[in-house]
């Protein structure tokens, strides 16, 4: 019979002696100066990076790719900050990786730079550096297929065109609603130079959410925006908020705003819907049973009766919270039912989007966006049905758990040891350890080192980075499930560690 675990995490003390059972040997890290958690923190007012940035930046631009690593690992041998290589990062993307056809592909290189920070921010010292490598890497791919697509490069700001301070605000708006590019590019710039950070991004979250193009990545990008800006300084935050104006504008065919297309019909209608909550609809009480109410709807009905049900619901009294856990449950389910990228993008727009609910401060916006992720993952399923097949016929609820040989360190390799196996059978036994008192956070850190050491592409970082986080953003007594659920995508142990790994310990050899 499996013995209890202490509430002692074990993990990091097994990891600090190079190893975990056999997953992989970090112990090469050790030749970078660790990352301090005072130092990846998320403070932006401790954020002031130096004016050598630029250099920085064309130092990621020019350096081969098979070079870059070991650049940048002398460099932070000399002091080189995690901060300024953050930022960096993020600059060289948006200013080499052209978001179209869609905001997704290649433009995963800056869209992984805050999944990659997350990862990094939640791991102990000793292995901060390793997705931040990974990132770094990663650019270097998107970077080369961007040339072979016609080597897009962001322009400078047409200056003639920037509107002045007090116009900016209302030039914007009027660009992104007329879906203007070249009019939001110079709007953008003015906001940039004008209005603070909050103000700013009240807008995008909105535009972020208002259509389903890109299978959610236009919500990713704006909540990933806000988030590695608040790390690396609002000084940077121009070339950023240029590139993600120029994102959420991707559409295919003639101008949206002369035409009634599918993926903008939720927004028209949700902006109409939105209006019909009433006013103190965020002092309602959690309800398990309109959470599963909502769950039911999500399943069968469509975008429009999702929502529509969100808000009979919340008139009705019911807290938001209880909206969101129909939502996490609804993301998760898809999992089980269809592992594949879809379902994954599921998991990530929920994420992005709740984030962006609880950042804003707009009770109009915050509507809008719960509305929103509502519509959206009906959308989800029925996509994924047209492209993958039919669904299995899975619940969240009614996953049961499949006991393991025991808990501790051996259930662990035995959880992770089936993910490379049989996904739905590593989830039923994630859940078994879960239930059985095992703390959430060794298999939540276990998953982490996983995709460092395993990981091969930007979802692995996004995907584990937004349903790790999640585990939390979701009401206790439905965690263990939504959590569970994730090993339907996350690494196994006995994948093959990724060629960064190799590379990585290459460069900080001597």
């Given at each position: ?287 398990p049973a309109a959470a599963a109410d909502l769950l ?209 310990r290459e460069a900080l050899k001597g």
């Amino acid at each position: 019979m499996p013995t209890p675990l202490s509430r002692r995490s074990f993990l990091w003390n097994t990891l600090a002696g190079g190893a975990l059972w056999g997953l992989g040997n970090v112990g090469f890290l050790s030749r970078l100066r660790p990352v301090s958690a005072e130092e990846a923190r998320l403070d932006a007012r401790l954020v002031r990076l130096r004016p050598e940035i630029e250099p920085l930046v064309r130092l990621l631009e020019e350096t081969p790719r098979e070079r870059l690593l070991e650049e940048v690992a002398a460099r932070i041998q000399k002091g080189l900050s995690y901060r300024d290589v953050l930022a960096a990062l993020l600059l060289a993307g948006v200013r080499n990786v052209q978001p179209r056809p869609q905001v997704g592909f290649k433009f995963h290189a800056v869209l992984v730079v805050n999944s990659a920070h997350l990862a990094s921010i939640s791991s102990p010292d000793s292995l901060r550096w390793l997705p931040i490598f990974w990132a770094l890497d990663y650019f270097k791919e998107a970077q080369a297929q961007d040339l072979r697509e016609g080597d897009w490069r962001m322009p400078p700001v047409d200056e003639p065109a920037v509107p002045r301070a007090h116009q900016a605000r209302r030039a914007f708006q009027e660009a992104m609603e007329s879906w203007d590019e070249k009019a939001a590019d110079a709007a953008v710039a003015a906001l940039a130079r004008s209005a603070g950070a909050d103000e700013i991004f009240e807008l995008f979250f909105r535009y972020g959410a208002r259509d389903f193009r890109s299978i959610g990545h236009k919500a990713i990008f704006a909540a990933n925006s806000r988030r590695t800006l608040a790390c690396i300084g609002w000084q940077h935050a121009e070339p950023v908020l240029r590139s993600l104006a120029y994102a959420i504008l991707a559409h295919e065919g003639e101008n949206p705003a002369r035409r009634d297309a599918e993926p903008d019909r939720p927004w028209r209608r949700n902006l109409e819907l939105s209006r019909k909550i009433r006013p103190e609809w965020q002092d309602g009480e959690p309800s398990p049973a309109a959470a599963a109410d909502l769950l039911a709807v999500l399943r069968q009905g469509s975008d429009a009766e999702a929502a529509e049900k969100a808000v009979e619901l919340l008139n009705r009294g019911v807290s938001p919270r209880s909206i969101w856990d129909a939502l996490f449950q609804a993301a998760g389910e898809l999992l089980l039912q269809k592992p594949g990228i879809l379902p994954l993008h599921a998991v990530t727009t929920t994420n992005a989007l709740h984030f962006a609910y609880e950042t804003s401060g707009n009770d109009d916006t915050r509507r809008l966006l719960l509305l929103q992720n509502v519509s959206f993952l009906p959308l989800f399923r029925k996509a994924t049905r047209e492209r993958a097949g039919k669904l299995e016929d899975r619940s969240i609820e009614k996953l049961e758990p499949l006991a393991l040989k025991s808990l501790g360190p051996p259930g662990l390799e035995e959880i992770f040891s089936e993910v490379s196996g049989d996904r739905f059978t590593a989830a039923r036994k994630a859940l078994a350890f879960l239930e059985a008192g095992a703390p959430a956070a060794d298999l939540i850190n276990a998953a982490r080192v996983l995709v460092f050491l395993k990981g091969n592409d930007a979802h692995d970082y996004k995907f584990s980075s937004a349903v790790l986080e999640d585990y939390y953003h979701v009401s206790p007594a439905l965690r263990n499930r939504f959590l569970a659920s994730s090993f339907s995508l996350l690494p196994g142990s006995r994948e093959p560690d990724n060629r960064l790994v190799q590379r990585t310990r290459e460069a900080l050899k001597g």
